[in-house]
């Protein structure tokens, strides 16, 4: 399965415990997830970890290493400026779309609302760790 884990999914990851962790760690320990971020994804998440979450340069170049080594980095499909409310989520949309994911996994309440993006789910954290289970 093919997976985009959004930048709020992977903050939870790295910084915090709890079902994000869990998702992560399932979705990279096991040969049948293939993890899909683009470099729009990375430096959110880099950005976020220093400012957010008060990570140090080191440790938040540290966690893009490590999620780039665990994952296929692609380049975002162009989406259409109407594809969602926030014209910020629409590389996160590219992603997915470009990537041929089999779900878009995000905490974003206005992604999730779309319900899916050309034909590709988006789920809650907690939707996507209760179909793994």
């Known amino acids: 399965m093919r997976v985009v884990l959004d930048t709020n999914v992977l903050l939870s990851a790295i910084f915090t415990r709890g079902i994000c962790e869990a998702l992560l760690d399932a979705t990279i320990e096991s040969d049948a997830f293939t993890v899909v ?52 989520d629409l590389p996160v949309l590219g992603t997915a779309v470009a990537g041929g994911v089999d779900a878009l996994v995000t905490g974003d309440a206005e992604l999730r609302g779309l319900a899916d993006v050309r034909g590709i789910p988006i789920w809650s954290p907690r939707e996507f760790y209760d179909r793994l289970s």
Not at 53 to 79: D, K, N, W, Y
């Open 37 to 88: 971020l683009s470099e729009h994804i990375l430096a959110e998440f880099e950005r976020h970890a220093l400012r957010k979450f008060g990570a140090t340069p080191a440790h938040a170049a540290a966690a893009v290493e490590f999620l780039r080594r665990h994952s296929q980095v692609i380049a975002p499909a162009h989406m259409p400026a109407n594809s969602c409310p926030d014209r910020d």
